[in-house]
Nanobody, 124 residues
């Protein structure tokens, strides 16, 4: 059973930067899997932002964050990161990481089955 725990959220000024982390733990692990970052604003649907596939570190981004956010994955440490730069007020949300075992089709529209609890990002 895999658990995901996000950290790194907080308050940040518009135009600033922030890095979120997601650590995976558990006795079960995988060799081919997709991990992603999502966010949700109260009253709105959860939005997929970026995904990364292992092996190969193939990444995909949605247009709203492309060029501003960077997803990365330290395989050995089982840690997923999201570097956020040039942050905008519209980025205020709860951010979640997710994981799923996939042979193909890793993208922000993938249906994930393992989720973290979320970390809040507030832009002032």
């Amino acid at each position: 059973h895999v658990q995901l725990v996000e950290s790194g959220g907080g308050s940040v000024q518009a135009g600033g930067s922030l890095t979120l982390s997601c650590v995976a733990s558990g006795s079960t692990w995988y060799t081919r899997y997709c991990m992603g970052w999502f966010r949700q604003i109260p009253g709105k649907e959860r939005e997929g932002l970026a995904t990364i596939y292992t092996p190969g570190a193939y990444t995909q981004y949605v247009d709203s964050v492309k060029g501003r956010f960077t997803i990365s994955h330290d395989v050995a440490k089982r840690t997923l990161s999201l570097q956020m730069s040039n942050i905008e007020s519209e980025d205020t949300a709860t951010y979640y990481c997710a994981l799923d075992v996939l042979e193909r089709g890793c993208s922000p529209t993938t249906v994930f089955h393992i989720w973290g609890q979320g970390t809040q990002v507030t832009v002032s």
